[in-house]
């Protein structure tokens, strides 16, 4: 039997198969970050049939503050709720399940967007940005903790299949892991384990409110590929201690680097990084990465790289990709 076709077990969110449409953002929501017609009917084609077993939402900022660029979605409100049902009943008439993806953009974002000062760890230049952001206070920091907290009570009131928390691409929690950009010297900076605090207070306050049995996905950006920046060997150590605290999957990507490796067009180029985290971890860990053959992800599972095999713009350009993929096994 085909590996891609196998479902995922002994986990909190139980998959028909291996495959996953990874987040991507879609700039389709209203302008108050409502979940809009345009975005139900975008996600509608994607899940028909349910050959997807797992379709995550786009990045949705949990606070104004944290807004990355215009017509994103937002699960800043309680307002957003009852239109975000109706998306996740859609994916599920459609045979499959979702996730959503929360987000707070840190110094990855600017006034023109929010209206404010953007922020971060600490005063230091974003690489993906001439930004440099207000350095947060410890209360700001427990506030954002609580955004995550309460953004988290509203996805799992909205009828999706559990959350995921964003830590990659150069956004707030990314900001907080690596090393460029977070040079504190308090609790939520200095060593490794400072870095991943703000992680592992998020994790807890989003376990308290979604309850044991609601799957925490993360995504991680597992290395920055900049010198100075995030390593392998420092994610491996912070996948364990997420695994510890209560994430249900690992969803791995890049970092500063964002969803790219420059010159590197190989088929899950990412694949090194979920490889090296799957080692240390017992929980499923999911790869996407320039995957857009059918093989390349029956390979990719096989030789053990990962569990579970996101394809992005295989699947954007495609939505009957996943279709045919199932399809050619059959």
């Known amino acids: 039997?085909?590996?891609?076709?196998?479902?995922?077990?002994?986990?909190?969110?139980?998959?028909?198969?291996?495959?996953?449409?990874?987040?991507?953002?879609?700039?389709?929501?209203?302008?108050?970050?409502?979940?809009?017609?345009?975005?139900?009917?975008?996600?509608?084609?994607?899940?028909?049939?349910?050959?997807?077993?797992?379709?995550?939402?786009?990045?949705?900022?949990?606070?104004?503050?944290?807004?990355?660029?215009?017509?994103?979605?937002?699960?800043?409100?309680?307002?957003?709720?009852?239109?975000?049902?109706?998306?996740?009943?859609?994916?599920?008439?459609?045979?499959?399940?979702?996730?959503?993806?929360?987000?707070?953009?840190?110094?990855?974002?600017?006034?023109?967007?929010?209206?404010?000062?953007?922020?971060?760890?600490?005063?230091?230049?974003?690489?993906?940005?001439?930004?440099?952001?207000?350095?947060?206070?410890?209360?700001?920091?427990?506030?954002?903790?609580?955004?995550?907290?309460?953004?988290a009570r509203r996805v799992k009131e909205s009828g999706f299949d559990g959350v995921e928390i964003h830590s990659a691409h150069g956004y707030l929690l990314n900001q907080f892991f690596s090393p460029l950009t977070n040079k504190r010297n308090d609790e939520y900076g200095g060593g490794l384990l400072g870095r991943i605090k703000i992680h592992l207070d998020i994790i807890k306050a989003v376990r308290d409110v979604v309850g044991d049995d609601f799957p925490i996905l993360l995504r991680l950006g597992a290395s920055d590929n900049i010198e100075g920046g995030i390593t392998i060997e420092d994610s491996k150590i912070a996948a364990v201690a997420f695994e510890k605290a209560g994430v249900d999957i690992l969803d791995i990507s890049g970092g500063f680097c964002r969803f790219i490796i420059p010159g590197n067009t190989s088929q899950g180029y990412f694949s090194p990084l979920s490889e090296s985290i799957k080692e240390v971890v017992s929980i499923p860990v999911l790869l996407t990465g320039g995957i857009t053959k059918v093989e390349a992800a029956e390979n990719l599972l096989s030789s053990e790289k990962a569990d579970l095999i996101g394809v992005a713009r295989a699947i954007y350009k495609d939505s009957k990709w996943a279709q045919k993929a199932i399809e050619s096994f059959k």
């Open 1 to 151: 039997m085909s590996y891609l076709l196998k479902s995922l077990e002994n986990c909190k969110l139980t998959l028909n198969n291996r495959l996953v449409m990874p987040p991507m953002a879609t700039s389709k929501s209203d302008q108050n970050g409502k979940v809009s017609k345009d975005i139900l009917d975008y996600y509608d084609e994607k899940s028909r049939g349910g050959y997807i077993s797992l379709i995550i939402i786009e990045h949705s900022f949990i606070t104004l503050a944290g807004k990355a660029s215009e017509r994103q979605l937002s699960i800043a409100e309680d307002t957003t709720i009852e239109r975000l049902k109706e998306l996740s009943n859609i994916i599920h008439k459609n045979g499959s399940k979702t996730v959503m993806q929360i987000n707070h953009a840190g110094s990855s974002t600017n006034k023109e967007i929010t209206g404010l000062n953007p922020v971060g760890p600490s005063a230091i230049i974003n690489p993906n940005s001439s930004i440099v952001p207000d350095e947060l206070s410890i209360n700001e920091i427990k506030n954002i903790i609580l955004e995550f907290k309460n953004a």
